[in-house]
Antibody, heavy 119, light 112 residues
Framework: QLQLQESGPGLVKPSETLSLTCIVS??????????WGWIRQPPGKELEWMGS???????HYNPSLKSRVAISIDTSKNQFSLRLSSVTAADTAVYYC???????????WGQGTLVTVSS | DVVMTQSPLSLPVTLGQPASISCRSS???????????LNWYQQRPGQSPRRLIY???NRDSGVPDRFSGSGSGTDFTLKISRVEAEDVGVYYC?????????FGQGTKVEIK
């Protein structure tokens, strides 16, 4: 059974960079037809797909975040990471890492981690 | 981006009674390969979302058969034939036909 687990700081200051890592267990991050991504949910708001990465390193980003978001992958550690720059209070959210198998078909989710942007 | 509109946003239901959630998209979700990339997710209190239905009507492994999905084009429905206490939570539709994938606002199912 594939499992994903997010880790990273729960508090980030405005204008700084949010960094999270997702460790994948129970399966290889190198598997074909897998896209490793990030989805967030601000308090009381809708889920938002942020972006994803293939094991080859090819990335796909939501245009609304494209200038601030970067996703990377470390196949040797079976993990992938999110960086979101120049954060504001609007970036306060629960961040989920997830796997999809194409066409944003998310079938596995991490448990989620709350990141608060505040000074 | 494709806008997904769910209704109702709140759904009080009596145990054992049916429930139905509507999801409408601003564009047709039929893709050129013939598939329609519309999923349903359940988020129980304090948990991460769980996929229930993929490509409109395919139930995930372990999902009770009281859950069913239907629809085409821009109109989709999730039905629960007989609501049980464990079905309490928020239900989201999500489209993956047009990038980026987008979610509905969520429908909160609670027991009357």
């Amino acid at each position: 059974q594939l499992q994903l687990q997010e880790s990273g700081p729960g508090l980030v200051k405005p204008s700084e960079t949010l960094s999270l890592t997702c460790i994948v267990s129970g399966g290889s991050i190198r598997s074909t037809n897998s896209y490793w991504g990030w989805i967030r949910q601000p308090p009381g708001k809708e889920l938002e797909w942020m972006g994803s990465i293939e094991y080859s390193g090819t990335t796909h980003y939501n245009p609304s975040l494209k200038s601030r978001v970067a996703i990377s992958i470390d196949t040797s550690k079976n993990q992938f990471s999110l960086r979101l720059s120049s954060v504001t209070a609007a970036d306060t959210a629960v961040y989920y890492c997830a796997r999809d198998t194409g066409h944003y078909d998310v079938d596995y989710w991490g448990q989620g981690t709350l990141v608060t942007v505040s000074s | 981006d494709v806008v997904m509109t769910q209704s109702p946003l709140s759904l009080p239901v009596t145990l054992g009674q049916p429930a139905s959630i509507s999801c409408r998209s601003s564009l047709s979700l039929r893709y050129r390969d013939g598939n329609t990339y519309l999923n349903w997710y359940q988020q129980r209190p304090g948990q991460s979302p769980r996929r229930l239905i993929y490509r409109v009507s395919n139930r995930d492994s372990g999902v009770p058969d009281r859950f069913s999905g239907s629809g085409s084009g821009t109109d989709f429905t999730l039905k629960i034939s007989r609501v049980e206490a464990e079905d309490v939570g928020v239900y989201y539709c999500m489209q993956g036909t047009h990038g980026p994938g987008t979610f509905g606002q969520g429908t909160k199912v609670e027991i009357k």
